[in-house]
């Protein structure tokens, strides 16, 4: 009665007023600030007023040093929103796009308050929902995220009437030349040596043509395959890892202790080229226990986490008709193709497989995880489809399962429906 009165007094908010917003993450260096924090760069200079001269921008300069890049001169000045009055914002929805400046001069050049790098279009519309990946070195992250990427573009933007694109062109330049050519067009490895020093990240879009589902960031910082160890690797992203929607947690089975000397000695005389670190799983979990999840509420966090096995491929080797390791008709080496929604029976198969498995070699590494995080699920991933030799993937690369646990995390975020078929 008193809900029904309150309906009928309380005035409806303008149309405008009922769309959302949101906190925006910065895909460069994940910093999370309010939608009315951004600034703007201007779209032109001017001599004769100092603040809007060509000059140095310093937050970006800091930002390009961190990845060895050139320091810019002179660019167009920042501006930011606290000198300009409200009617002369720009907004969409309710989130503010652009400003016109004292000039009367239109900016939408939106940049992020801490990095000064252009935010996507999207920052601020909808949720930020950053994927990450992490694991140890040599796990098969670089190889990975090109495979992921070429078939998100090839394959799954089909499936869920979405495209995949890369955040800008220097990115989409370099992902073509670095990755994805030498993969996919000559059947070439990455070399550890190719990647010297710290790279941008690489940062793409899932973007959906139904404007009322929100895009995933996919945001992949690479390093050198030697140049950091696993720990420090973390270290370094472990505050990119906390503002991230949701991650993909790489496992090697190489790097497992107990299956390793198994995989060695059946592959024999020609094993190809194996990882010979050996990072356990449970210790990068330790190391994002100290760097971020210990500082989270019940020292648990809640960031959906895709447990990937990659390099399935390698089970080959264990798999037998009793299934003490691996069935011979295991879930692991077919390819599964969702369409539209995930497929739940295909996931809880794969899951409930992946998680039998990795609790029989790696217990401890099962229950580190357990511990630490609320939301996870098993997966296993063959990037390359088999076992490459000196650098080089013999026949045509067929991924195997790459892009499940990415459509797990669009199910999980509540972009997409599961259903059991
Ligand atoms: N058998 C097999 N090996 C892989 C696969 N992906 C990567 N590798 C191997 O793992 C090595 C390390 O991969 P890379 O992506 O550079 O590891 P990163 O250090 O985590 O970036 C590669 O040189 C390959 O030899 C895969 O799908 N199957
Ligand atoms: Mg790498
Ligand atoms: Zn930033």
């Known amino acids: 009665m008193f809900g029904i009165l309150k309906k009928i007094f309380e005035k409806a908010p303008p149309e405008n007023e009922k769309l959302p917003y949101y906190d925006i993450v910065c895909p460069y260096c994940f910093a999370k600030f309010h939608h009315e924090d951004v600034v ?6 001017r001599d004769d007023d100092e603040a809007y001269a060509l000059q140095e921008d310093e937050k970006l300069n800091i930002y390009r040093g961190k990845f060895d890049l050139a320091p810019i001169d002179e660019l167009e000045a920042v501006i930011d929103l606290s000198s300009i009055p409200e009617e002369n914002k720009i907004y969409s929805g309710r989130v503010i796009v652009g400003l016109s400046d004292k000039y009367s001069e239109v900016t939408k050049n939106r940049l992020c308050p801490e990095c000064h790098n252009d935010l996507p279009i999207t920052a601020g519309k909808y949720p930020s929902n950053i994927i ?3 694991g140890a070195t040599a796990v098969g992250k670089s190889v990975y995220i090109t495979s992921l990427i070429h078939i998100l573009q090839h394959v799954t933007a089909n499936n869920f009437d979405a495209a995949c694109i890369p955040l ?3 990115i989409s330049r370099r992902f073509r030349q670095e990755y994805e050519a030498p993969l996919f067009e000559n059947n070439h490895l990455l070399q550890a040596t190719a990647i010297t020093k710290r790279q ?3 940062i793409f879009q899932f973007v959906f043509k139904d404007e009322n589902r929100s895009p995933l960031t996919l945001v992949f910082f690479d390093v050198a395959g030697d140049g950091m160890t696993s720990k420090e690797y973390i270290k370094k992203q472990a505050g990119h890892i906390k503002n ?3 991650i993909l947690f790489l496992v090697d089975p190489m790097q497992i202790r107990t299956i390793r000397e198994k995989l060695l000695h059946q592959l024999g005389d020609n094993p190809g080229d194996i990882t010979n ?3 356990e799983p449970r210790e990068i979990v330790l190391a994002l226990y100290d760097e971020f999840i210990a500082h989270q509420e019940n020292s648990k966090t809640d960031i959906p986490t895709a447990i990937v096995l990659t390099k399935s491929d390698l089970l080959n080797a264990l798999k037998s008709d009793d299934g003490e390791y691996i069935r011979t008709n295991s879930n692991v080496f077919n390819n599964v193709v969702h369409r539209e929604f995930l497929n739940l029976d295909e996931f809880e198969n794969i899951n409930g497989e992946m998680k039998r498995f990795l609790s029989k070699v790696d217990i401890p590494f099962v229950n580190a995880i357990d511990v630490y995080f609320r939301e996870t699920s098993y997966f296993a991933v063959s990037a390359l489809g088999s076992n490459p ?3 080089q993937v013999s026949g045509i690369i067929s991924p ?3 892009d499940e646990p990415f459509i797990w995390l669009l199910y999980k975020l509540g972009v997409i429906e599961g259903r059991h078929e």
Not at 40 to 45: E, I, K, L, N, Y
Request: aromatic residues 4%; negative net charge.
């Open 40 to 45: 703007f760069r201007a779209t032109h200079h």
């Open 389 to 391: 030799i000196e650098q």
């Open 132 to 134: 990450s990946i992490v």
């Open 200 to 202: 941008e990240p690489l």
């Open 400 to 402: 195997i399962r790459v």
């Open 244 to 246: 991230s929607a949701g």
């Open 277 to 279: 670190t050996a990072d």
């Open 168 to 170: 800008d062109n220097g």
